[in-house]
DNA sequence: GTTAGCACTCACGCGCGTGGAGTGCTAAGT
DNA sequence: ACTTAGCACTCCACGCGCGTGAGTGCTAAC
């Protein structure tokens, strides 16, 4: 179990072909199909020797006598780490997810939708998003429109021009004139605000405008809580792996999903580092994610508003697709959303 | 084959048991599991041809010599017309339903979500959902806000409350109070027509107010045309059922989700009734829904705006639950929804 | 019209034998 | 000292045959 740098040149070699077979193939490689399907110029007995020293040293493993190797959570870190963190997506993929993005609605929710179906695309697995939090919200601007006599429209933006709307409801029938009216008021009074800070400024108030103040107010805040909601996307392609072919399989990672409980799992193993982490099996911290593979990496302005993107999939994972599309669409995403938030200035 | 009024009583309550029986069990049931299971005063033999005269008829089917029966389309069919159309759902579900709306935000997102993840729970299947869809949509009001010196946020409102943003690059530099001024011009000349109608008013418009007008009017289209797209939840619950288990089958359901060719292979076999329909197996017109069986509903308000919400499962499938639980959804929504669209006259 | 009895039919589960992929080891070659 | 051919060995996957049991249809008696 020693470390990797005794790993010599053809140890590595033969290491990064086994993941790659494996990842490809799904099927226990063994030393014939290597050195067949690869220009190896050493015999199989050779790349026997060396698999039994990478088995010693832990990076991988085979299931029982007479089958072929499989990587281990080493294995497969060893190959992430040297092979694919540094990875780039092609070029042309680049082009194309750009040309996908410029045929969409600018709006966050119609982005968000297609990162996450362009990196399940890509990945061949489940992809996770979350909507870009801001640490804490500002209001912009808000609006009532009068729906009918007792109930009241309000639409709301922030200052990362997030827009949310909710409704109102009044004991006595008010006319959109003084609906326009206190909007107007408050307006000016919350402008630039937080919801704490809204709440301190606003505690002399009374009637409607103490009534809407409060909505505004509790509005504003579910903003900042409610984001925290991770979405998943692309179940189709994740149930073609064979991992998941058996029921019982895809049920786990179905319990992990649905529950709701995966942000939770995982959040706690985030730094706050802002590229790419990926946990490979047992790397994880929560056991209900030890049969899973995860790349994900935060997306976002500065360090105040920011999403989490990536993907979810069997250990047996192509990490550097992964690794490389959730980076390039961390980005992009980046980059869109910077427009939205660098308004806070105007 | 023939028609079903030459059903006795007695074959009637066995052909009822059977399918009660096998969408519960999900085997084959046979002439002693149902003497075994109910307090039927007959004996096996009798019950044995009794099933043989309703398999002459079609309403059961055998596998192949000795297996139990189970239901044909037709079978469930009849199942469905006698005991299920009618059937409500039970009034502590009812009250519960409710409850969990209370508890969600007054929001058409929230409550598409929630009925979703309510109808698929209660059918343990998948579920089906799109917005409510106007068939033309009134502008109500609009906003411009300044994001930075050349994008500008656009949010609108439709007469059905429906909000909606878009983004608004300009060439040149323009103010907010531009903006604003440009926004009420607008407003007064626009509101409450349609996109056709707005198109034909705004003519002679030029400068900032020709292309704010345009935008307003191409995202107010948008508005009815993005509105048709079909939502699924709960593909975990369907995973459950031994249809599912062999990956074949539960590829060909997720082909189905993914395509969205589901919703143009659904729609034209709807009418325009107001109540539930259920298409069983070889009912639906595309042989890509053969395999399933569909329970639909329309809801909204009036017949000028309406959406869809249903359940898809295999064909056995619990008819009398998916009927009462999409009926009684279907309702609630309308119910929910009248608040904010009676809003047109104010 | 109903029922007991019986012969018959298949799916399903189980044990078994075999083929083959893959290994580790040894001995010879470079 | 490292590589490689050869070989014996291991053990999973797969196919086959068979017994078992659930379920039937038919017939004859009630």
């Known amino acids: 179990m020693s470390s990797e740098h005794e790993l010599t040149l053809r140890q590595r070699e033969i290491l990064r072909l086994i993941v790659k077979e494996y990842v490809q193939g799904s099927r226990a490689v063994g030393s014939h199909t290597l050195i067949d399907r690869y220009p190896l110029r050493i015999s199989s007995a050779t790349v026997r020797n060396e698999m039994a020293s990478l088995e010693r040293m832990g990076y991988i493993h085979q299931q029982h006598t007479s089958a072929g190797r499989v990587p281990t ?38 982005w968000l ?8 695309g890509f990945a061949q697995n489940v992809s996770l998003v979350t909507s870009p939090k801001p640490s804490v919200s500002r209001l912009r601007h808000f609006e009532l429109l009068s729906l009918n006599e007792r109930s009241v429209l309000l639409i709301l933006v922030t200052q990362e021009s997030t827009v949310r709307q909710g409704m109102l409801h009044l004991a006595d029938e008010v006319s959109q004139q003084s609906l326009s009216a ?6 000016l009074l919350m402008a630039n605000l937080t919801a704490d800070e809204a709440r301190a400024k606003t505690t002399d108030l009374s009637g409607l405008d103490r009534i809407v103040c409060d909505h505004v107010i509790t509005t504003l805040s579910a903003t900042q809580a409610s984001a925290t909601e991770l979405h998943y996307h692309g179940v189709e392609h994740a149930l073609q792996q064979p991992e998941f072919a058996g029921s019982d399989a895809a049920q786990q990672l179905f319990d992990l999903l649905r529950g709701g409980a995966l942000l939770s799992e995982l959040l706690p193993q ?11 099996g047992e790397e ?23 999403g989490l993107l990536g993907i979810l999939g069997p250990r047996r994972m192509p990490y550097e697709r992964s690794i490389s599309s959730v980076r390039y669409m961390a980005r992009l995403m980046s980059d869109l959303m910077r427009d939205l938030y660098t308004a806070r200035d105007a």
Do not use: K
């Not at 497969?76 to 750009?98: G, H, T």
């Not at 939708?113 to 399940?120: F, G, K, M, N, R």
């Not at 985030?270 to 490979?280: A, K, P, S």
């Not at 899973?292 to 500065?302: I, K, L, N, Q, S």
């Open 73 to 110: 959570d080493r294995g497969y870190r060893f190959y992430v780490e040297n092979y694919a963190v540094e990875s780039a997506l092609p070029p042309n993929d680049q082009i194309m997810i750009r040309h996908q993005f410029r045929q969409v609605e600018t709006q966050l929710e119609s």
């Open 113 to 120: 939708q297609l990162a996450a179906s362009v990196l399940a």
């Open 182 to 187: 206190c909007a107007d008021r408050l307006n």
């Open 270 to 280: 985030l730094t706050h580092g802002d590229d790419i982490q990926v946990f490979i």
């Open 284 to 306: 994880n911290r929560s056991e209900d994610l030890w049969p899973f593979g995860v790349v994900v990496a935060t997306y976002g302005v500065d360090q105040e508003v920011t």
